[in-house]
């Protein structure tokens, strides 16, 4: 994936699990005469169960001040983090975790969970394939999905909810990352849509996923195995 700065570039769980086909349902409310009924919103392609309605309108809520209740499970050389309710739900038969809740939490586990297993060699590309949605940079992002690179180990510390509407989201990630024997703090704030019933990586722009070196960690929500 496409990435800003000078920080490394590479941004990389099983049975399959069976996965229901998307449904749809209406936003809500009825529709004044003459007006046009808004889009449908994919249900959760895996049956998670939908948002408290307030998620995007408070800030409040969609900030996440307290990090959520989170369990961590290996992925290779590093962990990826999983709630219950909230996602990964399903397991893709080349064996990456897959499926958010439409919801803040679910946005900060989808972002985590794409940068922890898109730096997994074996699980790169089929993730690259499934996780970013149609777009104009989509071809060129995915020409680099089998490109390998130094093994990197990274560790998630931390959060910042930067934006979330429940059909769009920004999450900043700050991650402890070693690569080559070199540990540096690194940021990287994902952009996330909602796409078929999961969080995917939009492909509109050629950056989807931008990084910077970071002194230290304050101003994140803490938030580590």
Do not use: K
């Not at 000078?6 to 996965?19: F, I, K, M, R």
């Not at 909810?161 to 700050?174: I, K, N, P, S």
């Amino acid at each position: 994936v496409a990435v800003d700065g000078d920080t490394p570039s590479s941004v990389d769980a099983g049975d399959q699990l069976p996965t229901p086909a998307p449904a749809t349902a209406s936003p809500g409310g009825p529709v004044p005469v003459g007006e046009e009924a808004p889009p449908p919103v994919s249900l959760s392609s895996c049956g998670l169960s939908e948002p408290a309605p307030d998620s995007a309108a408070d800030p409040s809520r969609w900030l996440l001040a307290i990090a959520p209740e989170t369990s961590w499970r290996d992925v290779d050389v590093n962990l990826a983090p999983s709630a219950q309710e909230v996602g990964p739900g399903a397991m893709h038969e080349a064996g990456f975790a897959y499926c958010f809740q439409r919801s803040p939490e679910g946005a900060l586990l989808a972002a985590a969970n794409f940068l922890v297993q898109s730096n997994t060699p074996g699980l790169r590309a089929p993730l690259l394939e499934y996780a970013l949605a149609p777009g104009s940079h989509r071809d060129v992002l995915l020409s680099d999905a089998d490109s390998a690179g130094a093994v990197v180990r990274l560790q998630i510390v931390g959060y910042r909810m930067l934006a979330f509407d429940g059909e769009t989201a920004r999450v900043d990630v700050a991650q402890r990352v070693t690569v080559e024997g070199a540990t540096n703090f690194i940021a990287a704030v994902v952009d996330l849509e909602w796409v078929d019933g999961d969080w995917r990586i939009p492909t509109d722009g050629p950056h989807p996923v931008r990084m910077q070196a970071l002194s230290d960690v304050g101003g994140y929500t803490r938030w580590s195995a």
